[in-house]
C-alpha cells in the first residue's frame, strides 16, 4: 500500500490478494490474480539476459559510473548500462551466455591500443600496453584504463586511472592462488579535456600461459562500428519521445 499523490490521507495500492483504486471521487476494489507466466523461450532469454547485465552492473559501479555518467536520456548509470547493452546483443544477434566477451565499456570511436602484451608467474601480473595512432583523442594526459574479469572465479579487478597513454606498462595486484586463472582484460583511454574515449580492446588469457602478446593491426577498423551505430539510434529515439 502507498499514499495517493494527491489525497495522502488515502492508501491506495495493492494489500494481500485485494487492490484499492481512487477513480475520481469513488473507492473501487478489485480482487488481485497472479498474471500468468507462459516462459516462452523469448521470456526467458530476456531474463537471462538481464539477470547477467544486473550482477555486471552491481560488480563494477564505479568503473560504471565513470564510463555512463552523463549518457543523454537516462537518469543514472546503471539504466544506461542495462539499456544499452541489452538492445546491442539483441540488435547485434549475439548470444547472451557470451555477454562477459561482448561488454563494450568506452563507447569510443577513435583509435585506442594497438598492441598488449601481458607477462605472469605465480605471484605476478603485469600489463604492457602502446597506443594506437597519437590523435587528439590519443593526447598524452590521456588515462589508462584497465578492466580484468577473472573467469575461472568470477570476480572483477579494475583501474581507472593505472598510467597516462603513451607507452608503458603497470603491475596488477591478485588475489592470492589465481594469477594463473583465465581472465578477460579490457583496456581503453579516457582523454578528461575532451571527455571521450577511445575503442576499448578485448584480450583472451587463458589458463596457465605465461605470456601473451597481441596486436591490434592499427585501430582503424574496429568491430564496434555496430554499436556505434546501435546506440546513437537508440539516444536519437529516446531525446525524440522526450520531445514528443
Keep these: 500500500m ?21 477513480t475520481g471521487e469513488q473507492m473501487r476494489v478489485k480482487s488481485y490474480t ?27 559501479k564505479v568503473l560504471r559510473q565513470f564510463c555512463y555518467k552523463g549518457t543523454p536520456s537516462y537518469k543514472n548509470s546503471h539504466n544506461a548500462f542495462i ?10 544477434r549475439l548470444d547472451a551466455k557470451k555477454v562477459y566477451e561482448n561488454l563494450h ?11 598488449v602484451t601481458i607477462e ?11 597506443p594506437g595512432n597519437m590523435s587528439a583523442l590519443s593526447d598524452v594526459d590521456s588515462q589508462v584504463i584497465w578492466v580484468l574479469r577473472n573467469v575461472t572465479h568470477g570476480y572483477w579487478e579494475w583501474k581507472i586511472n593505472a598510467a597516462l597513454r603513451p607507452d608503458g606498462q603497470c603491475d596488477i595486484n591478485l588475489i592470492d592462488g589465481q594469477y594463473m586463472d583465465e581472465y578477460l582484460l579490457w583496456v581503453f583511454f579516457y ?8 575503442v576499448d580492446e578485448l584480450v583472451h588469457v587463458p589458463t596457465q600461459v605465461t605470456t ?10 574496429s568491430k564496434w562500428n555496430l554499436y556505434d551505430s546501435i546506440y546513437e539510434s537508440i539516444i536519437f529515439k529516446r531525446q525524440q519521445e522526450r520531445i514528443t
Design 2 to 22: 502507498r499514499k495517493h499523490k494527491c489525497l495522502t490521507h488515502i492508501n491506495v495500492g495493492r494489500d494481500g490478494n485485494v487492490i484499492f483504486n481512487l
Design 34 to 60: 497472479k498474471p500468468k507466466d507462459p516462459k516462452t523461450e523469448k521470456q526467458v532469454q530476456d531474463r537471462n539476459l538481464h539477470r547477467e547485465l544486473n550482477l555486471i552492473s552491481a560488480q563494477t
Design 83 to 92: 539499456g544499452l547493452h541489452k538492445q546491442f546483443i539483441r540488435l547485434a
Design 105 to 115: 565499456w568506452s563507447r569510443g570511436s577513435r583509435a585506442g591500443v594497438r598492441s
Design 120 to 130: 605472469r608467474s605465480s605471484n605476478h601480473f603485469s600489463l604492457c600496453w602502446h
Design 191 to 198: 582523454n578528461p579535456k575532451m571527455k571521450k574515449f577511445s
Design 212 to 221: 601473451i602478446h597481441q596486436e591490434f593491426g592499427g585501430n582503424n577498423a
